[in-house]
């Protein structure tokens, strides 16, 4: 019998159809592995439908955090014959095929057979296949079964007893077939901190570091992969006091987010690229009458509907120059999970400070990747979320020019003043003008608060000390794998300078930059950042690792590129 | 009987099978009818166009051996009253979801039907967003559970066959995937009847709406749109609300005449000429 070992970190991957439950099983697994004390980390890529299909999750598993997506696997789990031509090109020889018969790739020779369904069958009936499937990778890693017993009854705890007692029958058969597996040794150290980590996914991250920001009030459409966020916060707005509606449409979602931040809201609007092509008239609106407002883009790729359940960084220029006419904007691009909440906690107060559009631009990937984080790292700044909205006096003026451009906010009702606000060019009580000095005036008001919003730029993120010769220079979720890649020792004479604010761009970047080779990596086509770096800095960039097929990078694409860009 | 050829193979693009839909959704049943009313109409098949909006039904066209447009969401109305503009020949048809025609089509849909442009308009009405995962929709019935109404939907929905009616259009009618051969005669009827027709199909979203809402199998929700389904043709629309209990009033509710768009449109140009 050959014995294959798997040291420190072991990558599984669950293919089938849409509805088959991939999902499922993806994230049971994950729950108990972090409560066990494994590091886990997983993504999902997925078909545009509710059924059918080759839909696949990753699980990484692991004794120190690796938050990265990475074409390798080590074990596959196929629950359907199907497979897709990207999943096929990560299928190795070495890659072990566990499922029944019928599905694994034709001439694989790797592969160990068990009959999920007759076992899940004994159990009562199919639909126990996908917990037999996770109780066998749980009995091959060393876990508890108190702590998938637990799990189970509260994954299932609507349910009534029988349907837990057969879930837990059902794990437990999985888990003792997984013992018994003796072609596979897996060692991988558990370690006691990590049983209490928080397991987020990005959606989570921003929509928990909305509820962190004091956001009350959310409007939107459902557009994938946004639709999470939306759906977070209206499950969650009993408990926090949010008003969640789904609007007709974007055009709606925005203009009514935007009237509620005018009442006094702390609002925000979750969509993706399609989605905000509609509202852009609304961030116009957002720019002319200085209302906060914070918007999360979920990128996927375009044009029009695109690839709807794929990702990309392709909104970075429509984010940055909707709307039409001239206002200062904020555009994050989160780095990690624990960035995530952190940047969209902050995007309300600053939304709230400026009185501006702040933009989050995360992507599918993002969105759908969850890992353990320490609860340490999710700090908020003790500022709080301190709300500048001040009680107006009689006198009182919305647009009142100020020596930063910006001016004291007052809601309709709170104080003795009125809040008058206009779509048109307005003075500063807010009454719509036609006198064109006030419009230059009032235009250039606006236009000034950028030089408050410079004062608080988020400077890059710096990995590798200065002396090296290369330079990344990437942004967004692109993050961690990158991190990742530059681990390895070939990669010492390159350093990475990772953007968590894209616009305005920190003052600092042409400095790091000089004299250095810069390698640009994107989920783009186009090289969006690069673009901007040139426009802002007149900073030239020759090589450029870019990707545009709706899949995130791997680590294993980035070494590879990076090894390309170092020969020529 | 055995046979070796799908008697629809020629209409469907037999490369894209399997399709996407779940088992017992009530999407296929549409698209059937659809082709069936077609091939009974003598339309010349050259002259016959599909558009869809986003979503699950708005998949329809990609599966029919026609000329097809798949438009953005909500989009498919303007986009066909530009086709039928520049070629009033064709005979167009949208199937959409209730979602993409009168959530972010909404506009659109009331203003074609005011227009009395010739086009026939089939809405899939599964109460819900199927294609994103079940949210609350503007059909949602009150008190209904979906992703975005948890603790039960508390707005008030549209009345479809009514907003169609109240717009202008000339022919309206509502039937259940459960009215096959019903809802193949209304299509056709529509189809081959010149102005802004439109038909309602209550189906059955067993992912979503039905789980959510346990309403059980697809064929118990057969049952119950047996079992509460009412003909009543002629019956005034405005009374045909659906809320989660009450009766399904089906049949058709308005046959009428107006000059079409397009008809008007001649009539002014002609003048135009004239008065040069
Ligand atoms: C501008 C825009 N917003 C949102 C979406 C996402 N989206 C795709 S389909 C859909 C709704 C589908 O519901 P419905 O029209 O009722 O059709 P069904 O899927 O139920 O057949 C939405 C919101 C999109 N594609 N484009």
Redesign the interface.
């Known amino acids: 019998m050959v014995v294959n070992e798997f040291n420190n970190k072991l990558i599984i991957v669950i293919s089938g159809q849409a509805?088959q439950g991939v999902s499922t099983v993806e994230s049971i697994l994950t729950s108990i592995l972090k409560k066990n004390g494994y590091n886990v980390f997983a993504t999902k890529e997925y078909m545009?439908?509710?059924?059918?299909?080759c839909n696949s999750s990753e699980i990484i598993v692991s004794d120190i955090s690796i938050n990265s997506f990475c074409d390798k696997i080590d074990i596959l789990f196929p629950l359907d014959k199907g497979y897709s031509s990207h999943l096929l090109k990560r299928i190795s020889r070495d890659t072990i095929m566990i499922g029944e018969k019928g599905n694994f790739y034709p001439d694989h020779e790797n592969i160990i057979e068990i009959d999920f369904s007759s076992i899940a069958r004994k159990l009562g009936g199919n639909i126990y296949t996908n917990i037999v499937i996770a109780g066998l990778m749980l009995g091959m890693l060393d876990t508890d079964i108190s702590i998938s017993e637990e799990f189970i009854q509260g994954f299932f705890g609507k349910k009534d007893n029988e349907v837990i007692k057969k879930n837990i029958e059902a794990i437990r058969s999985g888990m003792a077939e997984g013992i018994s597996l003796k072609q596979i040794k897996i060692n991988i150290e558990k370690k006691e901190f990590v049983k209490t980590n928080l397991l987020f996914s990005g959606t989570d991250s921003i929509a928990l570091g909305a509820i962190a920001g004091g956001c009350n009030f959310i409007a939107s459409?459902?557009?994938?992969p946004s639709?999470g966020v939306?759906?977070f916060l209206?499950?969650q707005?009993?408990e926090f006091g949010i008003i969640?509606e789904?609007a007709?449409?974007?055009i709606s979602a925005i203009n009514m987010s935007l009237g509620a931040s005018y009442a006094g809201a702390r609002s925000m609007v979750t969509t993706s690229g399609?989605g905000f092509a509609l509202m852009i008239e609304g961030v116009s609106l957002c720019g002319m009458t200085e209302t906060p407002l914070v918007i999360h883009i979920g990128q996927r790729p375009g044009p029009?509907?695109g690839l709807p359940t794929r990702t990309e960084q392709g909104d970075l220029e429509m984010v940055l120059y909707s709307g039409h006419g001239s206002f200062p904007r904020i555009i994050f691009a989160p780095s990690t999970l624990e960035n995530g909440f952190c940047i969209t906690q902050k995007a309300f107060n600053l939304a709230d400070k400026f009185q501006i559009p702040v933009f989050i631009l995360t992507d599918q990937y993002f969105l759908d990747t969850y890992y353990d984080i320490e609860p340490d790292t999710l700090d908020i700044p003790d500022t709080g979320n301190k709300s500048c909205i001040i009680e107006s006096n009689l006198d009182y003026k919305r647009y009142e020019l100020t020596i930063n451009g910006i001016s004291p906010r007052s809601v309709p009702g709170y104080g003795k003043g009125l809040v008058v606000v206009d779509s048109d060019e307005h003075d500063e009580i807010g009454h719509l003008t036609e006198d064109l000095d006030i419009r230059e005036e009032m235009n250039r008001k606006r236009i000034s608060k950028i030089e408050e919003i410079k004062k608080a730029i988020i400077p890059p993120v710096l990995l590798g000390d200065l002396n090296r010769n290369y330079v990344i220079v990437s942004w967004g979720s692109t993050f961690n794998v990158i991190a990742e890649a530059l681990k390895n020792k070939e990669f010492k004479d390159i350093a990475l300078m990772h953007l968590i604010q894209v616009y305005p761009l920190h003052d600092s970047i042409p400095e790091y930059l000089k004299n250095k080779t810069i390698i640009l990596i994107e989920n783009n086509e186009t090289g969006q950042l690069g673009r901007l770096l040139k426009l802002e800095f007149g900073i030239n960039i020759e090589k450029r690792i870019l990707k545009s097929n709706g899949l995130p990078f791997s680590k294993e694409e980035i070494e590879e590129n990076l090894r390309i860009a170092l020969r020529s | 009987m055995v046979i070796d050829k799908h008697p629809m193979d020629d209409w469907l693009r037999k490369d894209r099978i399997?399709?996407?839909?779940?088992?017992s959704c009530g999407i296929g049943i549409v698209a059937t009818c659809y082709i069936d009313a077609l091939r009974a109409s003598g339309i010349d098949r050259d002259k016959a166009t599909v558009i869809s909006g986003?979503g699950?039904t708005g998949r329809i066209p990609g599966y029919m051996n026609l000329d097809s447009f798949?438009t953005?969401?909500?989009r498919a109305l303007p986009f066909a009253t530009g086709i039928k503009l520049a070629n009033p020949e064709l005979n167009v048809t949208i199937l959409s979801g209730d979602g993409d025609l009168f959530?972010?089509g909404?506009n659109h849909f009331i203003h074609a039907a005011r227009r009395n442009i010739d086009l026939t308009v089939i809405c899939v009405n599964n109460f819900t967003?199927?294609?994103?995962?079940g949210?609350?929709a503007?059909t949602t019935p009150m008190k209904a559970i979906s992703?975005?109404?948890?603790?039960g939907n508390f707005e008030h929905p549209f009345n479809l066959v009514h907003v169609a009616s109240a717009a202008g259009a000339i022919y309206v009618a509502r039937w259940t995937t459960l009215h096959v051969r019903r809802l193949r005669n209304a299509i056709l009827e529509a189809m081959t009847k010149r102005g802004f027709s439109f038909i309602e199909v209550i189906s059955p979203c067993p992912?979503?709406y039905a789980r959510s809402n346990k309403l059980g199998t697809g064929l118990d929700i057969m049952r119950f749109y047996q079992q509460r389904s009412v003909i009543r043709h002629g019956f005034d629309p405005a009374k045909t609300d659906i809320t989660m209990s009450s009766e399904i009033i089906v049949g058709k509710f308005v046959d009428s005449e107006k000059p079409t768009f397009t008809d008007n449109y001649e009539e002014y140009c002609k003048k135009l000429k004239e008065n040069k």
Do not use: F, K, N
């Open positions: 509805g545009s439908r509710i059924r059918g299909g459409y459902p557009m994938s639709t939306l759906t209206s499950q707005s009993r969640a789904q007709e449409d974007e399609g029009a509907t | 399997p399709h996407i839909w779940c088992p986003i699950c798949h953005t969401h909500g959530a972010i909404g967003y199927g294609m994103t995962g949210q609350v503007p992703a975005t109404s948890p603790y992912t979503s």
